[in-house]
C-alpha cells in the first residue's frame, strides 16, 4: 500500500466503525462513548484481530495486512458487498479484472451502436465519468452538453458544477450521492494519477454538496436506480440506467437510459425529432 491508500483506508474504516452501534453488532454499550459507534477495542474483538494492530491500521500505520484479516474486519463491519471489495482493493488485493486504457478504446462499431439505439439515450464514459461519446438525445437530456469544453465533457462535472443539472434532476441528492460513491470506489486504483485528484480537488473545492458526500466515504460500483429528470423540450422523462462494460475495457462502459414508462418512451422520440438536425453521434478521435 502507498502512504495514500493508507490514509484513505484508515478513513474508510474509522468512517465504517462510527455509523455501527453496539447493538446492531451483537454488543451491550457499557459506559458513556465520545463518539457514536464501535470503539476500537470491540471491531478488533469482533474480527479476532489483536487491538494493537487495528488501532494501527486506522492509524495508517506501515504494518502487514493480509486478505484473510481485512475480510475479517469486513464481517465485524458488517460491509456491504461494495464496501468489502473497495476495502479489499485499498488493501491492495486484486478483486476485478484488470483497468484496461480507456485511450482508443472507441470504434466505428460502438458509435454505429450509439446511433441505431436512438432515440434510446446513451454514452460511452470512462470509470472517471469522462464521456467519450454520446448520442443526440444523450446530449440534450439535461442541457447542452456541448456547451462545456471537450475537456470538460465529465459527468462528475456536470452534475456538481452546472446548475441546469442539479435544477433538472428531481432526486438530485441521490444522484449526487452515488456519484461520489462510484468515484470514490474507482479512485482506488488510480490513487496517485493526477488527473485523477486534481478532479477530486476540484470538485472538493468547487461544490459543498461534493465535499459533504465525499466525507462520507461510502462506495458503489454501479446504479440501478430509476432516475427522473424534467426536460425543457419534452418535459418528465424517467428513465433506468444500465451499464455494459465495453469490450474488455474495465474502464470505459456503455451507459443507456431505458424509459422507464410508455409516457418517457414517447417523449424520448419526441426529443429525438426535436433535435434531428444534429449530428446522430458525437466522440473524442476513433481508435486507428
Not at 446492531?24 to 459507534?37: E, I, N, Y
Not at 486504483?189 to 470538485?203: C, I, K, N, Q, Y
Request: proline share 5%; aromatic share 8%; glycine share 4%.
Amino acid at each position: 500500500m502507498t502512504e495514500v491508500t493508507r490514509r484513505e483506508l484508515a478513513a474508510f474504516l474509522r468512517s465504517r466503525r462510527e455509523r455501527l452501534s453496539p447493538a446492531a453488532a451483537g454488543l451491550a454499550a457499557h459506559g458513556r462513548r465520545r463518539t457514536p459507534g464501535l470503539r476500537r477495542e470491540e471491531v478488533a474483538q469482533l474480527a479476532g484481530v489483536g487491538v494493537t494492530w487495528y488501532t494501527w491500521l486506522e492509524q495508517a500505520r506501515r504494518i502487514n495486512v493480509s486478505s484473510q484479516v481485512l475480510c475479517a474486519v469486513a464481517r465485524a463491519l458488517q460491509l456491504e458487498p461494495d464496501e468489502r471489495r473497495h476495502l479489499l482493493r485499498l488493501g491492495g488485493f486484486p478483486v476485478a479484472d484488470p483497468v484496461a486504457d480507456a485511450a482508443g478504446v472507441l470504434t466505428e462499431a460502438h458509435l454505429a451502436m450509439l446511433d441505431k439505439l436512438l432515440p434510446y439515450p446513451v454514452a460511452i464514459q470512462t470509470d472517471r465519468f469522462d464521456l467519450l461519446a454520446y448520442n443526440r438525445t444523450y446530449r440534450y437530456l439535461i442541457d447542452d452538453v456541448e456547451k462545456w469544453p471537450a475537456h470538460e465533457r465529465n459527468c462528475a462535472l456536470l452534475v456538481f458544477l452546472d446548475p441546469a443539472w442539479r435544477e433538472r434532476y428531481l432526486d438530485f441528492d441521490k444522484v449526487a450521492a452515488s456519484v461520489v460513491a462510484r468515484l470514490r470506489a474507482s479512485m482506488v486504483s488510480h490513487a496517485e494519477d493526477p488527473e485523477w485528484t486534481g478532479l477530486v480537488e476540484r470538485l472538493r473545492s468547487e461544490s459543498p454538496c461534493f465535499e459533504r458526500h465525499w466525507q462520507r466515504h461510502d462506495v458503489a460500483f454501479g446504479d440501478r436506480s430509476e432516475r427522473g429528470f424534467r426536460n425543457d423540450r419534452v418535459g418528465l422523462l424517467r428513465v433506468n440506467f444500465t451499464g455494459l462494460w465495453l469490450d474488455a475495457a474495465r474502464s470505459v462502459r456503455m451507459v443507456s437510459l431505458v424509459p422507464a414508462d410508455e409516457l418517457t418512451a414517447a417523449r424520448l422520440r419526441d426529443l429525438d425529432e426535436a433535435v434531428q438536425a444534429e449530428a446522430a453521434v458525437l466522440a473524442r478521435p476513433l481508435a486507428a
